[in-house]
C-alpha cells in the first residue's frame, strides 16, 4: 500500500485481501490442474510459530504452535527436458516393501566409494583449488582467460531448466510424529484433489524433507505395508534426504572435528582461526557441545579459511620467496604444475599418510592437512549443488556416508546417505535417472542457479513467516493456507514493482562483504606459524609437553573401520 501511495495509487486493506482471496484460489486451481496432467513431486517441512498476545486470558495466552508447509512442483523429464506424462514412473516400478525394516542388497563394494568415483572426486577437487587459488591470487589474474580452457569437471549434470513451485496450503498438522505424518500425507494429497484412482494414473511421488521427514514417511510405509490402497498403503511416495540439510551436516562435520580445543596456546584449528585471529563471535562447535553447531558462520569460515590455505600453499610451493612475484610471471603450465603439486601435498589423504611415516611427525601439519582434505570435499559439494552435477553431490554423499561412520559423529546421516544410495542403485534406470535429476531445482533456468529441494521450502517458510505473515489478532492458521498458496506470485510482484519504480530489491545489508582482509590475515598467520610446511621440532609436538597438540582423527580410516569390524543390518 505505501508503494502504491507514492505511485500516486490509493487502495484499502479490505481491497487487497479480497484480491489475495482471489489469487489464492487461482494458486489452488492451478495446482489442482497440474497435478491431473504431469507427474510431480512433493517436499515439505514443519513451520514453528510463536504467537503473542498482549493482553492474555484464560482463553488467550501465548503459545507456539507448530505446522506444515509444503509445494508440489512438475517433474523435470531426464530424457526429453520437458515435462513428465502421467504414469511414466507407474507404481508397479516401486519395490513393494515386505519388511519392518528395510532390507538391503548390497555387498562390500558398496560400503566404501568405488575406484572411479574416488578419481572423480580427485580431478573435481583439483580444480575448485585452482578455481580458489585464481580468485584470491590477485597476481595471478592475467591467467584467468587460459583457465577457461580447462572447464570445470562434469559427471551426471542436470540439464538447465526452469522449475516452477506450487505451494499449497499451510496445514496447522505437527509433522514431527508417525501419527502427524499420516495426517499431513493425507491432507496433502486431498489439498492436491487426489484419490486413489488419480495416484494410480499419476504414478510415484517423490517426497523431499529432512531427515525427520525421512525416517517418519520410512516408518509409516513399514507400518501402511499391508494395505492394498495407494494412499494408506503409501504406494506412491518415494523418499529422498533433502540436500541441503545434508550440506548443513558436511559442514558441521569439518567444523566439529577439525574445531580444536578452545583458548590452546597452539594455533593450527578453526578455534584458532575463527576466534583468535578474525575475532569473531565465539560459537558452540565440537562433537561435545550441548547446541547444535550454527551453518551459517561455519560455511563462511570454511570459505575463508580453506582460501587462505590455498594461497599459502602456493607460496609454500611456488619455488619463490615472494608469491605475487611468482604469480605475476606464471604461465598457465606453471599455475597448474604448483596447484597439482599444493593438492597433492597438502590436501589428500596421501600426503596425511607420508607424514604419518616420517620417523618425526609434526602432528600439527598433519592436523592442518586434514582440515584442508575435508574442507575441499565441502567446496566441493557446495559447488556441485549450484553447478546442478548430480553425480559429483553423489561422489561427496559416498565420502561422508564413510566419515560419518566414525565413532561419535553423524551415525543417521551415514544411515540414511548408505540406504539412499543402495536403493537407488537397484531402481530401474529410468526410476533412477527421475530421481537424481529431480533432486536439485533450478527457479530461474539460468546456469549455475541450482539448488536442493528442501532448501526452496525453507525460502518459502521465510517468506511465510517473516514477510507475508499476518501482525497481531490477524496472525491465524486461516491466513497463513491462503496467504502460502501465493508466496511466490507476491514475491514475483514485489520485484516487478521495484524494478518498475527503480527500488532496490535487498540494499547493502544483503551484499556478501569482501574476505580479502580475512584471507590475507589467515595466509599471514599460516606462513608465520610455518603450519603448511613440516617443522621437525615444532614446540606443540613435544610429548612431554601437557598441553601437547592432539592429533586429529582421520575421518576416513576410522569410518573405514566400521566396514571391517562390525557388521551393518538393515
Not at 505437527?174 to 501419527?179: F, K, T
Request: proline share 6%; with cysteine; charged share 25%.
Amino acid at each position: 500500500m505505501e508503494v502504491l501511495a507514492h505511485a500516486g495509487l490509493s487502495t484499502s486493506y479490505g481491497t487487497i485481501r479480497n484480491h489475495i482471496k482471489a489469487l489464492s484460489a487461482d494458486g489452488v486451481a492451478r495446482f489442482k490442474r497440474l497435478i491431473k496432467t504431469q507427474m510431480c513431486f512433493i517436499v515439505w517441512d514443519n513451520l514453528n510459530i510463536a504467537f503473542r498476545v498482549e493482553s492474555q486470558r484464560l482463553n488467550s495466552m501465548n503459545h507456539f504452535d507448530n505446522g506444515t508447509t509444503s509445494t508440489v512442483i512438475p517433474m523435470h523429464n531426464p530424457f526429453t527436458g520437458g515435462s513428465t506424462p502421467l504414469g511414466t514412473l507407474p507404481l508397479s516400478m516401486k519395490p513393494p516393501r515386505t519388511t519392518t525394516f528395510p532390507v538391503l542388497d548390497w555387498d562390500i563394494n558398496d560400503v566404501l566409494p568405488s575406484p572411479e568415483s574416488v578419481e572423480q572426486l580427485g580431478r573435481c577437487c583439483l580444480w575448485q583449488l585452482k578455481r580458489i587459488a585464481l580468485e584470491n591470487i590477485k597476481s595471478l589474474e592475467h591467467l584467468r582467460k587460459a583457465f577457461k580452457d580447462f572447464p570445470e569437471p562434469e559427471v551426471d549434470p542436470i540439464a538447465i531448466h526452469k522449475t516452477e513451485p506450487f505451494p499449497l496450503p499451510a496445514l496447522h498438522e505437527d509433522e514431527s510424529s508417525i501419527e502427524g505424518t499420516i495426517r499431513v500425507y493425507v491432507q496433502i494429497l486431498r489439498n492436491l484433489g487426489v484419490t486413489d484412482d488419480d495416484l494410480r494414473a499419476h504414478g510415484l511421488m517423490f517426497n523431499d524433507g529432512d531427515l525427520l521427514t525421512d525416517s517418519l514417511v520410512d516408518k509409516v510405509e513399514s507400518a501402511r505395508r499391508n494395505s492394498d490402497g495407494p494412499i494408506d498403503g503409501m504406494k506412491a511416495p518415494i523418499r529422498r534426504f533433502g540436500l541441503y540439510h545434508a550440506k548443513m551436516a558436511g559442514c558441521r562435520l569439518v567444523i566439529n572435528e577439525h574445531w580444536g580445543q578452545p583458548n590452546s596456546l597452539w594455533p593450527g584449528s578453526l578455534w584458532w582461526e575463527h576466534t583468535q585471529l578474525l575475532k569473531r563471535k565465539p560459537i558452540s562447535a565440537g562433537w561435545k557441545t550441548k547446541k547444535a553447531t550454527p551453518w551459517k558462520p561455519c560455511h563462511e569460515l570454511l570459505q575463508i579459511s580453506i582460501a587462505a590455505h590455498v594461497k599459502d600453499g602456493f607460496r609454500v610451493h611456488c619455488g619463490n620467496p615472494d608469491l605475487d612475484t611468482w604469480a605475476a610471471n606464471a604461465t598457465i603450465d606453471d599455475f597448474n604444475g604448483v596447484a597439482e603439486q599444493v593438492y597433492r601435498k597438502l590436501f589428500t589423504t596421501h600426503a596425511v599418510d607420508e607424514l604419518r611415516s616420517l620417523p618425526h611427525r609434526d602432528i600439527s601439519h598433519e592436523n592442518v592437512v586434514l582440515l584442508n582434505r575435508d574442507a575441499l570435499f565441502y567446496i566441493e559439494f557446495v559447488a556441485a549443488i549450484k553447478k546442478g552435477d548430480i553425480g559429483r553431490v553423489i561422489n561427496v554423499l559416498q565420502i561422508w556416508m564413510v566419515m560419518m561412520r566414525s565413532p561419535k559423529t553423524m551415525p543417521k546421516y551415514a544411515d540414511a546417505i548408505f540406504e539412499t544410495l543402495r536403493r537407488i542403485d537397484r531402481y530401474d534406470p529410468v526410476l533412477k535417472r527421475y530421481f537424481l535429476h529431480n533432486w536439485l531445482v533450478n527457479l530461474t533456468g539460468r546456469p549455475y542457479s541450482f539448488k536442493e529441494v528442501d532448501l526452496l521450502q525453507e525460502h518459502q517458510n521465510f517468506w511465510a513467516k517473516i514477510i507475508y505473515n499476518a501482525k497481531g489478532s490477524n496472525r491465524s492458521w486461516d491466513w497463513l493456507s491462503m496467504i502460502t498458496v501465493c508466496i511466490f506470485t507476491l514475491r514475483d510482484t514485489m520485484r516487478t514493482v521495484q524494478k518498475t519504480f527503480n527500488i532496490t530489491s535487498y540494499g547493502e545489508h544483503h551484499t556478501v562483504p569482501d574476505m580479502t582482509n580475512e584471507v590475507q590475515a589467515l595466509a599471514d598467520a599460516l606462513r608465520d606459524e610455518r603450519l603448511q610446511e613440516h617443522v621437525v621440532n615444532r614446540p606443540a609436538n613435544d610429548p612431554d609437553n601437557t598441553t601437547a597438540v592432539v592429533p586429529v582423527r582421520d575421518l576416513l580410516e576410522e569410518g573405514a573401520k566400521y566396514a571391517n569390524t562390525r557388521q551393518i543390518i538393515y
